[in-house]
């Protein structure tokens, strides 16, 4: 089992429409989560930092559900800018010590006019 | 200027050449990573330094080298090139203590 799972889609959805993605989690002593935007032939960029009581930042809500091993992105009201690839990713410690960042492997967004 | 900026963006070479993939960075952090991204396999660590002298190595080492010249360069080296080295690269740095990571723009490594 892959150490962080996301459906690759694509999404396509069209602007105005609510979207929401999933990404789960296989190890427990995950501590702490992200979503990162790249956009196609760019670098990753942080979108947001997922929270435990879950966080929103205007039109984006993160969700992270521990006993289910998940994290959730809400987009609402979609714009056409918003079409990228989400990368969910999930730091845990290990037992050198080094606090390892595991990245999915996204999920494309296509929102059309 | 980028914070964190990667030379060359693109390059084709030869199965067999030693390739080097620069990264250097203007926001002062200590700590930095090489990535690489193939499709459908997302991005995966290949060596990490949390400081000048300090030399880590990620899951997907075999085949590559790194120098910390500086605080704010940490170059990758593909001592003799093979194609499934075919990848886009990216460095980043981050800041001892926080989750963030700052990316470069990439660089587009093509061996044929």
Not at chain 1, 1 to 19: H, I, L, S, W
Not at chain 1, 53 to 82: C, M, P, V, W
Not at chain 2, 74 to 101: K, R
């Given at each position: 089992?892959?150490?962080?799972?996301?459906?690759?889609?694509?999404?396509?959805?069209?602007e105005?429409?609510?979207?929401?993605?999933?990404c789960?989690?296989?190890?427990?002593a995950?501590?702490?989560?992200?979503?990162?935007?790249?956009?196609?032939?760019?670098?990753?960029?942080?979108l947001?930092?997922?929270?435990?009581?879950?966080?929103e930042?205007?039109?984006?809500?993160?969700q992270?559900?521990?006993?289910?091993q998940?994290?959730?992105?809400?987009?609402?009201?979609?714009?056409?800018?918003?079409?990228?690839?989400y990368?969910?990713?999930v730091?845990?410690?290990m037992n050198?010590?080094?606090?390892?960042?595991?990245?999915?492997?996204?999920?494309?967004?296509?929102?059309?006019? | 200027?980028?914070?964190?900026?990667?030379?060359?963006?693109?390059?084709?070479?030869?199965t067999?050449?030693?390739?080097?993939?620069?990264?250097?960075q203007?926001k002062?952090?200590?700590?930095?990573?090489?990535?690489?991204q193939?499709?459908?396999?997302?991005?995966?660590?290949?060596?990490?330094?949390?400081?000048?002298?300090?030399?880590?190595?990620?899951?997907i080492?075999?085949?590559?080298?790194?120098?910390?010249?500086?605080?704010?360069?940490?170059?990758?080296?593909?001592?003799?090139?093979?194609?499934?080295?075919?990848?886009?690269?990216?460095?980043?740095?981050?800041?001892?203590?926080?989750?963030?990571?700052?990316?470069?723009?990439?660089?587009?490594?093509?061996?044929?």
């Amino acid at each position: 089992r892959k150490e962080v799972e996301q459906d690759p889609g694509p999404f396509n959805v069209p602007e105005g429409a609510t979207v929401a993605f999933n990404c789960t989690y296989s190890n427990s002593a995950s501590q702490s989560f992200f979503w990162y935007r790249q956009d196609c032939r760019k670098e990753p960029k942080l979108l947001m930092s997922v929270y435990s009581s879950g966080n929103e930042d205007g039109r984006f809500t993160a969700q992270l559900n521990r006993a289910s091993q998940y994290i959730s992105l809400l987009i609402r009201d979609s714009k056409l800018s918003d079409s990228a690839t989400y990368l969910c990713v999930v730091k845990f410690g290990m037992n050198t010590g080094f606090q390892k960042l595991v990245f999915g492997t996204g999920t494309r967004l296509l929102v059309s006019p | 200027d980028a914070d964190v900026t990667q030379t060359p963006r693109n390059r084709i070479t030869k199965t067999g050449k030693r390739i080097m993939l620069e990264c250097s960075q203007t926001k002062g952090h200590d700590r930095m990573y090489w990535y690489r991204q193939d499709p459908g396999l997302g991005l995966r660590l290949i060596y990490y330094s949390f400081d000048v002298k300090d030399i880590n190595k990620g899951e997907i080492s075999d085949g590559y080298s790194v120098s910390r010249q500086a605080q704010a360069k940490f170059s990758l080296s593909l001592e003799s090139a093979i194609p499934n080295q075919t990848a886009l690269y990216f460095c980043a740095t981050a800041v001892t203590g926080a989750n963030v990571l700052t990316f470069g723009a990439g660089s587009r490594l093509t061996v044929l």
